[in-house]
């Protein structure tokens, strides 16, 4: 585009000094060729519209796919050559071309598979559509395109070793603890809560009593843990290990949630929530997401579960402790 201009500046300049017809039409046909393409491209972005999907939470480390739903909602005419910038607030960008023509009163989807860097809040923007119709030479671009979307990264997953030590007062031989669980023996029947099994639900009770009533069975599981984050400023003062410690915990709560051992969670500065379903455990990894750390000194919650919670080891490493006692790292 810029070697049509100077090419049109140098032919007019030669058609004024030599007062040559031939120059002169020369050079209508390139201004005509610069005012035909401005037109073209104008009316091929035209009826163009496009829309960001995105994934509604995303994993440091991890691809994740990006994706741009652009529509052409002329009647007649397709549009060609188009490109589109997808960018995130922290630096990371993508160049989506269509490769071929966008028929009309169609829709296509572009995909970009983006691997977050941090954990946090993160936002991407459509930065602007370029369009290289109908000559090659020429470049147009339309910046901006649309609102920022936000999702939640989660921290990375590392490998953690956990092997918690026994509790303190052991059971005799032969006896079973009877708690609340997924086993097979039935101790009860309690009011239906959101989350329970459909299979749990005990049928004859729930017509003769008018009301949804699930079975209270023996748990199979021997222990249930409820897992803290400390997130003191003066214990964890290294960027890197705190990362880590963010990483870890929510690996280990993934890890002991597909166990079934998962029974509550919580970081500094709110309450230990339960975790009984999928929603809880995504409750609980968002809030590491955005988790940093403070300064003020926050007692830990109170819970009938063994309390597991971590501390700084060597070398950025991170211990996990149960009710005090070295249970792995990570």
Sequence with gaps: ????????????????????????LTLALML??????GVLSWHNFRGTAWRLLLEPRMRVGQASPVRLLVQNRKARLPSYGLCFNVATTRGASAQLPIETALEPDSEQSLEWLHTP??????????RGVES?????FLR?????????????????????????????SFRRVGERAQRRGQGAEMIGLRNYRQGDALRQVHWKATARLGRLLVRETA??????YALWI?????????????????????????????????AE??????????????????????????????????????????????????????????EGHDAGGA
């Excluded at 005509?32 to 393409?37: A, D, E, G, P, Q």
């Excluded at 003191?232 to 597909?258: P, T």
Aim: glycine share 10%; aromatic share 6%; net charge negative.
């Design 1 to 24: 585009g810029i070697v049509l201009c100077l090419l049109a500046i140098g032919i007019g300049s030669a058609a004024y000094n030599t007062s040559s017809n031939i120059l002169y």
């Design 117 to 126: 860097a941090r954990r946090g809040r993160e936002e991407v923007e459509m």
């Design 230 to 262: 400390d997130a003191h400023a003066a214990e964890w003062r290294h960027d890197e290990q705190f990362e880590r410690l963010c990483a870890a915990a929510g690996s280990l709560a993934e890890d002991l949630f597909v166990k079934g051992a998962l």
């Design 219 to 224: 748990g199979e599981q021997n222990e249930t």
């Design 32 to 37: 005509s060729c610069l005012l035909l393409s």
């Design 265 to 322: 969670a919580g970081v500094m500065g709110g309450p230990l929530l339960q975790v009984r379903k999928l929603a809880d455990l995504h409750a609980f990894l968002d809030a590491l997401a955005l988790l940093e750390r403070q300064g003020e000194v926050l007692p830990v919650p109170a819970t009938q579960h063994r309390l597991i919670r971590f501390r700084p080891g060597r070398d950025n490493a991170v211990r996990i402790t149960v």
């Design 140 to 168: 147009k671009s339309i910046t901006g395109g649309g609102p920022l979307e936000s999702v939640l990264v989660w921290p990375q997953r590392v490998d953690c070793t956990f092997q918690p030590p026994p509790r303190g």
């Design 132 to 136: 290289l119709f109908p000559f090659g």
